[in-house]
């Protein structure tokens, strides 16, 4: 079982205001997905390791109520998609249980080049496990 990401606010992540600065929910999808690679035993360094990396190529962030200094942002990160080129990964952020965000990243798979590949041809073992762990739609 795969655990959140907890991220707690800290005090220079926040504007004037004493809110979360919206910039900063991008930086906590990083942590949770860096987070998410870890858990299922294949982190960015091993991917890096490897020849391969995943850069982000399009986000969507939805903003549903503001968080403060100290607050715990529980992040739950979700396979939503995987392709042999694109990863598409799902965010829930939560604070003590109310949803304060929800987003997801689009990712391409590349060489160490930059040059785009089949994740499915290139590395079948990644592909099979992200595919394995895509969310089951209804």
Do not use: W
Request: contains cysteine.
């Amino acid at each position: 079982m795969l655990k959140p990401y907890v991220h707690k606010v800290q005090y220079y992540e926040t504007d004037r205001m004493g809110v979360t600065h919206h910039s900063n929910y991008l930086r906590f999808m990083e942590e949770a997905r860096v987070d998410y690679l870890e858990q299922i035993g294949y982190s960015y360094g091993r991917m890096e390791s490897e020849g391969l990396a995943s850069p982000v190529i399009s986000v969507n962030i939805d903003y549903k109520k503001p968080t403060t200094f100290a607050d715990e942002i529980t992040i739950a990160v979700r396979i939503v998609e995987v392709t042999p080129v694109k990863l598409l990964i799902g965010y829930t952020m939560e604070r003590q249980g109310e949803a304060v965000c929800a987003a997801t990243s689009l990712h391409c798979f590349v060489d160490e080049k930059g040059h785009p590949i089949s994740l499915k041809r290139v590395k079948p073992e990644l592909y099979a496990l992200l595919s394995s762990l895509t969310e089951k739609r209804s």
